[in-house]
């Protein structure tokens, strides 16, 4: 059953189709299509990830064309553990229900629940694909439904998603022109192939531009530090389920792809010895996580304060990958998996106040905290998270990371990570402080406010156990699935 | 003579980097939301302008197999680039109309389409 990897797209992009026809004249039955689409894709997901971990690495040649010449699909350890992140998150996120996280059930005739399949598949092709320019067209396909999905937000939204289109699409062509130097040099697309292809051609400064290419590109997509201009709006501007998927998976799979080019693409040495990609990618990392937090601290609307701890929280992946030794990409990746639980969490969290009391201002909470004990208890579960207090999965990501920082003997990235955990608590405390211990200001919609429905709270309150679960089984995920994974490392 | 060899050989080049510095210039520096979406498609069209110049062999017969030219990979051009340039051309028109039918929605909501006006719109809005 080698074929696992295109069963978990097969479902996404038919029910996809599905979802958006039968959405035309009952808006229920695409909500029904969708969740069963994404559902099928979690089982084969799960079932790939199993596979891997009992076997090694599944490849599937598409159409049965062998490599270099055809296509191939690869669930290797990294691909499986993230598209199981993916297909889990937006299982959650799409069972959500639209009245709460569209804003408002959407006319009949908007395929949002297509799109937001799309988006799945996109970002689940992007991770299980082994061809370069195959790569290229999910890395579009899922920017483009994410610029559809963005403007369901309103007027300022278009705006925000016309801005992330512009810069999306210099990514994306940066790293087309990154995959034509690669392609003209070693003259195969296939990434096993170029792996194989690429040593002799190191000293080359074409291969040296491609890398640079493709890493700016990337680096734009991961909103690394000073190519995030067009996160906050984006973000902050989205319904909070696009906003959940937005935070919690595509930018991260960004991260992955820089990951892959690192150990599968290029040897590691490449990228740590012989250009400094890794060094860059570190401070730059560093510098976001700061600049992330300030911001973070500065803002009174309660989605756009995520949206900036967003950019912090990606900086966390990027400085993972810049500490470039087992731990620290040990850390970076359990934080990818931490903080798709994390921020979904908390943009699903924004998404119930707001259908609750109509409130998305920080000051305005007030009391709200003993008027939904449940809703908000979970929020208190991933703000811990966010700043790392244990036994929440957020401390052991932060944990790899400082160990890894220590070993790499780069004290500086160790006291980014300890000062920035203060300046999480500080906005989330914030937060924390507004919703249980001020006293109302009775403001009437927090004093007619109750505990949201079980359709809103139970994503919710699955997120939030999950984010307790994650870090109690944490030693199992680093053992089994990422330890294989940076075995590649120096 | 060299010089001038080499600028033969590499002169399309240079223009692939002229319009890629165009795209970029249009996309970051011009303030008009739709002068940026020009500037999009003619940084896009450059990338495929070098693929397609990376597929180009001097004499090259059509990628079809003819007995009189014979099996001979080098009497063909790459046809590779050309296909992945055609999934390229795809990706572009889908991102030009996603990004017209913004436009149309921006020019509605606001009466412009000038990128400062729009911010300051915006932050009114919000204050």
Redesign the interface.
Known sequence: MSSLSVLILAPLLLFCFISALVGIWKLKWSYAAAVTGVALALAAAVAGLCRVLADGELRYFLGGWPPPFGIEYVLDHLSAFMVVIITFIGLIAVIYPPEAGLYHTPRRGIPAYGLLLLLIAGLSGVVVTGDL?NLF?FL?IYS?AS??LI?LGG??A??A??RY??LG??A??FY??GV?FI??STGTLNMADAARLLPPLYGSPTIMAAVALIVVGMGIKLALFPLHVWLPDAHSYAPPVVAAILAAIQVEVAAYVIVRFMLTVFQPQYFIDVLPVTTVIGWVAAAGIIFGSVMAIAQKDFKRMLAYSTVAQVSYIGLGIGLANPLGLIGGLLHILNHAFMKSCLFLVAGGIRHQTGLHAIPQFAGLGRKMPLMMSAFTVAALSMVGVPPTAGFFSKWYLVLGGIEANNWAFVAVILASSLLTAVYFFRVIEKLFATPSSGDPAVEQAKEPPARILSPILILATGIIVLGLINALIVSYVLQPVVALLP | MVVLDIFMSRYVYVLIIVLLAIGLYGMLGKRNLLKKLIGMNIFQTAIFLFFIEGAAKAGGSVPVIDEIIGMEAAQYINPLPHVLILTGIVVGISLTGVALAFLLVIYRAYKTLDDRAIMANMKEISE
Do not use: Q
């Open positions: 320019f067209v579009e483009l610029y559809a403007t007027d300022k278009v705006v998603s016309f289109l512009i699409t210099i994306g062509s087309l022109l034509g392609y003209f």
